[in-house]
Structure formats: structure tokens, C-alpha cells
């Protein structure tokens, strides 16, 4: 006759199946109530700063907020986001904001149009069919932030006496603190533009072909935003001896291809001045948009080394390095040589 199994260890035994969901359950509860504690935070201390911001006469209007994200995240939307400072105005569509609970200091948002800003002056207006952003925060401040936007259009109105309205396949912009020039409060910036849409560029050039663009700069004396109108910015930066310095500038438009090097500022008619070392391929064409006529163009072009040169199998023309370009005075002076027809207007 086969013995009965004692009862105590019958009990022992379904203790342990049942113990790994018991502290699984247990887990969960306090990761919910984890959440729940640091989604409380982040409302607070999202509220704030909005006070803070409110102090420094930024007034943030974050319509229909939620905070959401559960289990893994913290995610804030806004219906629609706006920003009164002074005169300066600006709004967005719909923002949604997500940051993971493991990676706090790393901020992802996606924003849709349209926007709206102006300053009582100028007046931005712009539309894309999707832009995403990105901040990486670090215990002393902003560490990087990033732009990327498809299909970007954007137009300016106030800043010349006809609207600057321009379009591309895609924009992407990079920015950080310079860690080398902290005195100088120097930021560096990185952008690529892809097939973009110029006019202005093309009444300068003589083509109506899509446009690549691709620079890597540093400007000085930068500071975060204020909210102040923009030519009230302007001359703050150039009176405190800001500077922006190209490590590089990229162009290409059809068969032209320009790369510029140097540094710009600002003179006391607010007209950019500063001198960039240039080497470009394809130009005879520009110069002779430039010179008023085709016959000067090609004098000048073969003067600079620009004349006509066949690429192979199609290949690019090869860079050729011309004389400095020098902005000074309201007028822009290759080499020896002023440009005609062209002047350089105050930004403000």
C-alpha cells in the first residue's frame, strides 16, 4: 500500500510555483506606482518652469495637456503650443514630447505645423510634413539639440521688401555648446538643406536648379533665448563682438559648386562684413549674371581661373581656388576686383 505524502510538503512545494508571479505582481505594483510618483514629478516640475519662464516674461501656452507613457516612459502632448514674449509672438500645431524613465536627460519631440512667429517686424511662417527634434540635457545645461524636418517650407516676410519664400526635401540642423570656447559663450552649429528651392539664388546664379547646401560654423557671444525682437538681438550680438566663423560652407546647384571658409560679422550700418577664402568650379556663368553681361563674365572667369572646362564622362569639375571674397563697406570684392550690381543691405 503506497504511503501518503506528508501534508507539509505538499504546501512547500506550491509555495515556490506560485512564488515567481507572486513577486513578478509585487514588481509590477511598484513599478506602477514608481510611474505614477515620476509622472507627478514631471507635471510639477513642468509647471515650474513654466512659472519661471511666466517670471522672465516668456508666457507658454501648452493647450490640452497630457502626460502619459505608461509603463516605460513619460510622454507630454500639447494640443498647441504657443510662446508671448513682448512683441514676439510664436505658435506651433500639435507637440508630443517623450522622454524614457531610464534616459531623463534625453528629450525626443515631434512637432507639426504650421508656425507662426513675429516680432512686429518680421514674420516667419512655416510647414513641413514631419519634424522631430531632440534635446540631450546635461547637469550643467544643454549638451546638443537636434532639428530633423521633410519637406520643410519656410517664408520671411519684413526682412527685404518682397516676401523670401524657400523649400527643400529635407533640413537637418545640429547644435552644442563649444566645450574649447566657453569664454566666448561659442556654440557650434552643423546643417544640410537637400534640393532646395531658392529664387533669390537663382536670379544671383542664373539657374533654376535645385540647391544642396551643407555648413559646419561657430558663432560667439551667443546667448539662450529672450525673446526679444530680432533686430534688438542683432545688435546685442554685435555689439558684444560676436562673430561667426565658417569652418565650412557647401553649395551645389547644377553644374556650379562653390565651398567658402572664413569668418563674418556684423559693422555699425549692420551690414556683414568679413573675408572668406573660396574654391568653386562652374562659375563663368555666375560672373557673367554678375558682371551684367556674358562676354565680362568670361574675362573675369578667365582671369580667376574659371574658364570652361569639359568634366570627363561627367564627372565634377575640380575645385578651383579663387581670390578672397571680402565683404566690407556694403560691397563684395573678389580679389582686387569689386563685384558690380551688388550691394549689401543693413539686416536691420
Known amino acids: 500500500m503506497e504511503e501518503a505524502v506528508p501534508a507539509g510538503n505538499v504546501r512547500r512545494s506550491r509555495f515556490w510555483l506560485y512564488t515567481p508571479f507572486v513577486l513578478l505582481l509585487l514588481a509590477a505594483v ?10 507627478n514629478r514631471a507635471g510639477e516640475a513642468l509647471d515650474g518652469w513654466l512659472q519661471a519662464e511666466a517670471r522672465g ?30 512683441a514676439v509672438t510664436a505658435s506651433f500645431g500639435r507637440v508630443e514630447a517623450v522622454a524614457q ?44 539639440a537636434s532639428v530633423a524636418a521633410r519637406a520643410p517650407r519656410i517664408a520671411f516676410a519684413g526682412l527685404a521688401p518682397t516676401e523670401i519664400a524657400t523649400s527643400g526635401q529635407s533640413l537637418e540642423l545640429h547644435l552644442r555648446p563649444n566645450p574649447s570656447r566657453v569664454a566666448e559663450r561659442a556654440y557650434d552649429a552643423a546643417f544640410s538643406i537637400r534640393q532646395a528651392r531658392v529664387p533669390a539664388l ?27 525682437p530680432a533686430a534688438v538681438e542683432l545688435e546685442r550680438w554685435r555689439t558684444a563682438g560676436g562673430q561667426l566663423d565658417v569652418l565650412m560652407l557647401a553649395i551645389a546647384k547644377g553644374p556650379r559648386r562653390m565651398e567658402a571658409k572664413g569668418n563674418l560679422r556684423l559693422d555699425e550700418a549692420h551690414r556683414p562684413v568679413g573675408d572668406l577664402n573660396v574654391a568653386a568650379a562652374g562659375l563663368d556663368g555666375l560672373l557673367g549674371n554678375v558682371t551684367g553681361n556674358r562676354t565680362g563674365g568670361a574675362l573675369l572667369g578667365a582671369l580667376l581661373g574659371q574658364g570652361p572646362r569639359a568634366p570627363a564622362d561627367g564627372a565634377k ?6 581670390p578672397p571674397l571680402r565683404l566690407q563697406g556694403g560691397f563684395l570684392s573678389l580679389g582686387p576686383f569689386v563685384i558690380p550690381n551688388i550691394r549689401l543691405q543693413p539686416l536691420y
Request: net charge neutral; aromatic share 8%.
Open 202 to 228: 537663382d536670379n544671383l546664379v542664373g539657374g533654376a536648379e535645385l540647391t544642396d547646401l551643407d555648413g559646419d560654423v561657430t558663432f560667439t557671444q551667443a546667448e539662450g533665448f529672450r525673446g526679444r
Open 101 to 144: 524613465i531610464y534616459q531623463p536627460r534625453r528629450v525626443v519631440a515631434e512637432i507639426d505645423g504650421p508656425l507662426r512667429a513675429t516680432d512686429g517686424r518680421v514674420t516667419v511662417q512655416g510647414q513641413w510634413d514631419l519634424l522631430q527634434a531632440s534635446v540631450h540635457l546635461a547637469p550643467g545645461g544643454l549638451q546638443r
Open 30 to 39: 511598484a513599478w506602477s506606482v514608481g510611474w505614477f510618483v515620476i509622472r
Open 317 to 322: 569639375s575640380q575645385l578651383t581656388p579663387l
Open 57 to 86: 516674461g516668456r508666457q507658454w501656452t501648452c493647450q490640452d495637456r497630457r502626460i502619459g507613457g505608461y509603463p516605460f516612459r513619460i510622454e507630454i502632448v500639447c494640443n498647441a503650443l504657443s510662446l508671448k514674449q513682448g
